[in-house]
């Protein structure tokens, strides 16, 4: 993922027109939630389109004959993109199942703890909460939310969280409720100290951040590929370090392939995934970490003075990327969401950290100023709009005071 290609300077807006045309524009709408899962580019459609076609003509021909190939040159070019051997590499379906599979394989002793925060995302919480309950471990969560804990304070929670049973820590490398970056190579040396495995959930960070998979310092990463790298829905991958792959398998011999079921599977979306790399490094993971930073940091520098307006995400623009939340006071955030679509057509949505919702707030390498102007613009008004409401509503009730205080409604006798 690191990048040998010409810098391209994030505010080169001429440069990023031309590459927000290598995609489909949706029509009726801005959408401003590009979190969820990444827009294919034109390429990488057609390349889907074209493999499934040729899957569909050649049927058992092709998987009998060509797909072998196919999927090696698949492995090899992702394992070069991450930084690793292909045999660390695992190709799943999406992260959820890499998890899955890493923990049901991991060797567990009946009483270990996992330790993970309440920040990370809840179906990874639910897995391992899951796994423990099935191999009889338990769990210890603890909170790290607030964007004015610094790195060295996150590095210290989860240090002072660890127990002597304490085995693994799963942790997220970018959080999707705010868009935080984690500090996991600091965390992940801090728990090798202790002997204590991470297990990194890179799923918004894995090609949004120019690293590669070792420069984590941890020996089990689980990874998304239909988010930041623009690959088919229904790819991701597990990473394991070669030196503890036998500790899953249970044989030096045996691949993580082992891990996983053989059966039928569809593979048009897994061939598209060297199409989908191939568009990211004509364009360069840095050149689009930065551009994505600049563009988050053009629409928060905008309303981060207003005073309603309070943002979830740290505002040290090196521990975020292209994910903001925000809220804005007295007005729920579901209610920011709707305005949004309802009243300007921009696509947004919200998450909760702790108790609390906020707006999501996630461009894309194709979103343009204009549509961030128009996201300023739109919680502009909603800001006005409610102030005149309010104020309105405070006139008319300081009336209605002076009106009882004039007349009282009841008479003493
Ligand atoms: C931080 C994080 N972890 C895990 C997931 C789940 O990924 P997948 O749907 O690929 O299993 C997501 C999905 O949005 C996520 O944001």
Redesign the pocket.
Known sequence: MNQTNAHIAADNDEYWAYISAHFPTPTSFTNLEN??CGMLSQSVMAALQRYQTEINVETSYFLRTRLHDRLDEVNNKLAEFCGIAVDELLITR????ALHILLRAYPFNEGDEILYANAD?D??QQLVEDIASRKQLSTRIISITSPLLSDEDIVKAYENAITENTRVIML?HL??RNGQIMPVAKIAKMAKRYKVDVIV?A??SFAQLNFQLPDLESDFIGV?L?KWLGAPLGT?LLYVRRQRIAELTGSSKARLRSLIPTGTFSPAPVMAIVDAIRFHQSIGTRNIEERLRHLSQYWLQQVCHMAAIKHHTPVDPKRHCAIIAISISGIPAQEVVDYLMQEHQIFTVTRTIEDQEVVRITPHIFTSKSDLDRLVEGLRQLIEEKQSFSSQLHEHEHDQKETNDTYPRTVSL
């Open positions: 979190a969820y999406n992260l959820t199942e995302y179906s990874v997220t959080l999707h959930d799923a918004h998304n239909h991701g």
